[in-house]
């Protein structure tokens, strides 16, 4: 276990949270909390099962580099028709929130199912946050959003080279990022919120609707940046792990719909297409880990030839 993972499981933390939760809880109609149970530990999060009389509710803690998830959340929920869960509570000051409970995963429903049909909801529903947060971009870089506007991204990719060292040499230079930037910008949509890690384990599917989770990741960017994780990273890799085995055509024609719908145009492929290789340097740049550059380069080698 990481250091870092073991500062989750100090007993300072859990007995902070502990505490935290009960707080929230204990006097709620929710409560009184019947058992608190650390289900998932990595570097940057941890999260515990909380079980009350009455329900299951979720407690989740970031890092400081995703301490705005709560904060996030809690101001796309009334945004999001309903698509983006409200925090049963959280703290803007620790990053600290409780959610409830929105099981089963899109994950395990597309293993029972054998489809990825469910994706059309999911990526429609998406698509539709994005366009309503269209004009709140300085109220999400004050909540802690990292700025990945493609104004940014050739001089971020450059810094990440040198940081990096040894990386591949075919990789292309910031003036090609550059020029891909300003390609896709002369398509007029406009930034805003980007999840920029959209897989199977963030959507959620209670009722049958898809919910969008876990926006520790998300940034201020193009928002078809998102399509290089979703359509090339996740779901052209099909049901069963097999790259390439998805028709990516319906899964695109879903998540595109709203912004034909906004823009009144239905010429927004060309965008797409350049964003699809784009947004691996967004990823690279903005989910670098210091401690798992193997991480960042496997990103900057999609970003090359879209291939792990």
């Known amino acids: 276990m990481s250091d870092l993972e073991q500062r989750w499981r100090g007993p300072a933390f859990v007995s902070a949270a502990h ?26 999060s941890t999260v515990m099962r909380v079980t009350t009389r009455h329900t299951v509710l979720w407690f989740k803690a970031n890092d400081e580099s995703m301490r705005h998830e709560a904060a996030v959340t809690a101001f796309l929920a009334p945004r999001s028709d309903g ?5 049963k509570a959280f703290d803007p000051g620790t990053g600290w929130m409780l959610m409830v409970d929105m099981t089963p ?17 999911a990526l429609e529903a998406y698509a539709r946050i994005q366009l309503a947060c269209e004009g709140e971009v300085d109220a999400l870089l004050a909540l802690g959003l990292p700025d990945r506007r493609l104004t ?18 075919r990789l292309p230079d910031a003036s090609a990022v550059g020029d891909l930037c300003d390609r896709l910008a002369a398509h007029g949509i406009r930034e805003t919120i980007q999840h920029d890690d959209l897989h199977d384990g963030q959507v959620f599917v209670p009722s049958g609707h898809a919910h969008v989770l876990d926006w520790g990741d ?8 998102t399509l290089s994780v979703t359509l090339e990273g996740v779901i052209a890799w099909g049901v069963d792990d097999v ?13 595109l719909r709203p912004y034909e719908e906004a823009y009144g145009r239905d010429d927004l492929r060309g965008a797409a297409a350049i964003a699809m290789r784009l947004g691996w340097v967004c990823r690279a740049v903005n989910g670098h880990l210091p401690q798992d550059p193997d ?6 080698r999609m970003f090359l030839d879209g291939r792990p």
């Open 243 to 255: 790259e390439g085995s998805e028709d990516l055509e319906p899964h695109l024609a879903a998540y």
């Open 152 to 169: 940014t991204l050739p001089g971020a990719y450059a810094d990440l080279l040198a940081e990096l060292g040894d990386v591949d040499p």
């Open 295 to 300: 991480g960042t380069r496997t990103r900057l």
């Open 83 to 87: 698509r983006v869960a409200r925090p």
């Open 105 to 121: 995963r899109l994950r395990e429903v597309i293993v029972e199912e054998r489809s990825l049909d469910r994706w059309h909801d």
């Open 19 to 44: 505490a935290w939760i009960r707080d929230q809880l204990d006097d709620d109609v929710s409560g009184p909390v019947l058992s608190i149970e650390q289900t998932h530990v990595t570097d940057w």
């Open 218 to 225: 998300a940034c201020v960017s193009h928002p078809f940046l």
